[in-house]
């Protein structure tokens, strides 16, 4: 079986790194450069869509995991992912509209959602009657704003050298951690073999996209990472491997920076789709002068303080949501302290030289 992983692990990083690395030396041929705007903290126009990379080497493994077995779930989200991914290049190469991305990635995730089934419901507390918790109708409806939210704020995110591709692979990676450690037989399932996959492919966009990066994801590969995390999370959940809280907990740091700035343009009347350079992680690359330092700050959050508490879900479940306060309420403080949402007029673009 380790085998059988390392080989997969290693076709995947290192197609996804020749994917990437084609899209580098061919990127103005195919369109795929990206020219500074008001969102870039770039200076210079640099290619993107690398996440081509991630999108091709994750695919091709899905698709020789299926093909060995009856795992029609994962036809089911090679067919949904190709199509956020198609979308997504379509829209690095010629920009599409709000309405266009937003209907398609709507149908997606009704897709996702009929394939799912049933699901477990969410009860805030184990003291309350099970009558009061959310299921049916009101729990599809909700996993459905949660991901479209999801899916775009993981675009949003996707503004410095390296963020969103260390936040992808720490998602991934920490979820097959802690899957293991409940049934150190997951490993060998299909889901968890792709999920470690994925990961490896988006470490070979890494190699070329951390800081200073040479390539950037473009929304082929944030909003195709962004859809794979949360149908793999969904799944999770419905196999009982993982947890709803565990899953609000290893994403809580992009969560509640994109949110906070959601909430505070929206309460100043801005426009939701202009573009802007107000996240927290936006300011704190202006003030550090570094990509570098702000993504490994990020990670060094998501490892230390994020992981422990999703760990504790499984050792004390009946404190899960607990443990997700105490993971959104100091992240929450700390994005607002940075006026996350608020344009800073010092906030110019940079391009991180370390």
């Known amino acids: 079986m380790a085998s059988k992983l390392g080989v997969l692990v290693f076709i995947s990083l290192v197609l996804s790194w020749i994917v990437t690395r084609f899209v580098l030396r061919f990127g103005e041929r195919i369109h795929l450069v990206h020219a500074p705007n008001q969102r870039s903290s770039h200076t210079s126009p640099t290619p993107h869509g690398g996440g081509l990379g991630v999108v091709i080497a994750s695919s091709l493994i899905g698709i020789s995991l299926a093909l060995n077995s009856d795992w029609w779930f994962g036809w089911v989200l090679l067919v949904l992912g190709s199509l956020i991914a198609v979308m997504g290049l379509w829209d690095d190469i010629q920009h599409l509209s709000a309405r266009v991305r937003f209907g398609v990635q709507t149908l997606v995730y009704c897709g996702l959602l009929v394939a799912l089934g049933d699901l477990p419901a969410v009860n805030f507390t184990p003291f309350l009657p099970e009558d009061l918790a959310l ?19 993981f675009n949003f995110m996707d503004g410095i050298d390296g963020l969103a591709g260390s936040q992808a692979v720490f998602m991934l990676v920490a979820s097959v951690g802690l899957a293991i450690w409940q049934r150190p037989d997951t490993i060998a399932e299909q889901t968890w073999l792709w999920t470690v996959c994925i990961a490896a492919a988006t ?152």
């Open 135 to 153: 299921k049916g109708w009101v729990l599809l409806i909700l996993l459905l704003v949660a991901g479209l939210w999801w899916i775009n704020l």
């Open 203 to 354: 470490v070979g966009f890494l190699l070329l996209n951390w800081p200073p990066a040479r390539i950037f994801m473009g929304d082929v590969g944030s909003t195709y990472l962004g859809f794979m995390i949360f149908a793999l999370a969904l799944l999770s959940v419905k196999t009982a491997d993982l947890s709803y809280q565990m899953w609000l907990i290893l994403s809580a740091v992009f969560v509640t920076d994109a949110t906070v700035t959601l909430a505070s343009r929206l309460l100043r009347g801005e426009r939701l789709y202009q573009a802007h350079r107000s996240h927290a992680y936006q300011h704190l690359a202006q003030r550090w002068r570094s990509h570098c330092s702000v993504t490994l700050a990020f990670l060094g959050i998501n490892v230390t303080f994020l992981l422990p508490l999703a760990w504790c879900c499984f050792v004390w479940p009946q404190w899960a949501w607990v443990y997700t306060f105490v993971a959104y309420a100091p992240l929450t403080f700390a994005a607002m302290m940075l006026k996350a949402g608020r344009q800073d007029e010092r906030n110019t673009a940079i391009r991180n030289i370390e």
